[in-house]
């Protein structure tokens, strides 16, 4: 299967969070934070204004992304785990 995102929506798998801090020390499973960076999986067609002209997609498929923490909807499908947020919860792109 496949997630197809609608309107301004971006489907996100999220990059995993080191589990050891730059000191050395080893963060339990209960002391991480959720990610917030994520690589963009795929992107929908965009949407129109308010004046009805089209809103250009700022990302593509391959990009690395920062997004809002609290932002999207996580879904589960094939054993992956996935985010869809909307365009204007993804916040920079890591270049």
């Known amino acids: 299967m496949k997630l197809v995102p609608l309107g301004d929506r971006?489907?996100?798998?999220?990059?995993?969070?080191?589990e050891t801090t730059k000191s050395g020390i080893v963060l339990p499973g209960a002391a991480k934070e959720k990610p917030q960076q994520a690589e963009v999986i795929a992107v929908g067609p965009g949407t129109v204004d308010k004046d009805g002209k089209p809103v250009k997609m700022e990302v593509a498929a391959g990009d690395q992304v920062i997004y809002s923490k609290y932002a999207g909807t996580e879904v589960k499908l094939d054993g992956e785990e996935y985010v869809v947020v909307k365009q204007g919860d993804i916040l920079a792109i890591v270049k």
């Open 10 to 18: 971006v489907v996100l798998k999220q990059i995993e969070a080191e």
